[in-house]
């Protein structure tokens, strides 16, 4: 090997140096690579009560595990020689065209995650065409996220309660403020037990305890916003500081069945997606009050832990309800290469939650924004590499390894509703 010293005029149009960027979120968000790096980012500038809230699940967080691993655990098949230039990745999900096959899910305390809350998540949603979900335990009102994005694809998501009045009071606020599907949450007749939250004492407002005071002392961006911005409050219901958990007591009843189910439908004159649906007995029962669509969900793990994981409970529901109901599916999702999952195992849309919280914690609106590009960029690898020139492209043959819906519920089926 023969050396030589280094030629200056071959090295000079190879050193590029960047010069440090002023604007520090910017600059964390672009270095994101995946989902994964926005939580990392999150997890650095968020204090840990409310990131945990976002990061945590139920007692053991095994569902949350299992989530994970049925997802990780499908194997994607390329295709060759399928002249896939530009993907579709438009789809259609309750009677709307949505530019992209995934959504934002409902979530609560948002706000205390980055204090832009429900509204960057809205805003970043219209922007890239595609449903945003608020819940009934949101930080901005009903009525200030429709002012947030007037032109959004807007799902309200509604709990089952006690107080049929108030039940009724909110879904006519939705209705007036142009929600055009509603969510009726079905698998939280009481609060799963979230150990994390309570060993971090999480209230709404978060309560100034000298450790929760010394824990977001060096995260000056969350406690500037903290301190001057309105503190988080459940928008649409009152100015409570309960935690999750009180709260659940005093508005929840565990004795609520399907005739509760049957009198939202009554009330409701859009499109309702019943969720919290994992067998096949829930799916026909849902379907018997005139449900127009089912979310296929444990909460992302964080009711019933040991619960089934959400991907194997897809295909036993869609055994149940055929090719023709509408299903959503949620939880575990944390990248465009998840969604192509979902999409393959007989899902028609899916939903995100904690892939958007990590965005918004790591940078509001741009942070949410950056979450949905990245996804998206998933999903068009995937499909390119898969040959699939549209949504309607991706099916079970695209895939090895997916669950199969359990014979002994198939032999048990009964027509009891």
């Known amino acids: 090997m023969k050396r030589r010293l280094p030629d200056l005029r071959e090295l000079a149009p190879l050193l590029q140096f960047d010069l440090p960027r002023l604007d520090r979120v910017a600059a964390r968000l672009e270095s994101a690579a995946d989902i994964w790096d926005l939580r990392r980012i999150a997890k650095r500038v968020t204090p840990t009560a409310p990131f945990d809230y976002v990061d945590g699940a139920a007692l053991d967080e095994r569902t949350l595990t299992k989530n994970r691993e049925a997802l990780g655990n ?112 079905v698998d939280t007749p009481i609060t799963g037990q979230r150990l994390r939250d309570h060993r971090n004492g999480l209230t709404i407002p978060p309560r100034l305890t000298l450790g929760t005071i010394l824990d977001a002392s060096y995260r000056p961006g969350w406690w500037f916003n903290f301190l001057t911005t309105e503190p988080p409050k459940y928008a649409s219901l009152s100015n409570t500081s309960q935690s999750l958990a009180e709260m659940t007591k005093t508005m929840f009843d565990p004795t609520l069945d399907l005739d509760d189910l049957r009198w939202i439908r009554e009330q409701w004159n859009g499109r309702l997606f019943v969720k919290g649906i994992l067998t096949a007995e829930d799916a026909r029962r849902a379907q018997s009050v005139g449900a127009d669509g089912l979310v296929v969900s444990n909460h992302g793990g964080r009711q019933l832990d040991r619960a089934p994981d959400s991907l194997t409970s897809l295909a036993e529901v869609r055994a149940e309800v055929g090719p023709e109901m509408e299903l959503i599916f949620d939880s575990g999702i944390m990248s465009g290469t998840d969604v192509v999952t979902a999409l393959c195992a007989g899902a028609d849309f899916v939903l995100i939650g904690r892939a958007y919280l990590y965005g918004l914690m790591a940078g509001g609106q741009r942070g949410v924004e950056r979450a949905i590009e990245l996804i998206e960029q998933e999903i068009l690898t995937a499909m390119g590499l898969m040959g699939a020139r549209s949504i309607t492209d991706l099916g079970p043959e695209l895939v090895r390894g997916l669950p199969q819906a359990p014979a002994a519920d198939r032999e048990l089926r009964t027509d009891a509703v």
């Open 74 to 185: 499908v194997e994607l098949r390329p295709r060759i020689l399928h002249g896939v230039d530009a993907p579709d990745t438009s789809t259609t999900i309750a009677g709307a065209r949505t530019r992209l096959p995934f959504g934002i899910a409902p979530t609560g305390y948002t706000r205390m995650m980055h204090s832009e809350g429900e509204a960057a998540g809205v805003r970043a949603a219209a922007k890239a065409g595609i449903p945003f979900s608020l819940s009934t335990m949101g930080t901005t009102s009903v009525e200030d996220v429709a002012q947030a994005a007037p032109d959004s694809t807007r799902w309200f998501q509604l709990y089952l309660w006690k107080d049929r009045q108030r039940s009724l009071d909110l879904i006519q606020r939705a209705a007036a403020s142009g929600y055009e599907t509603l969510l009726v949450t």
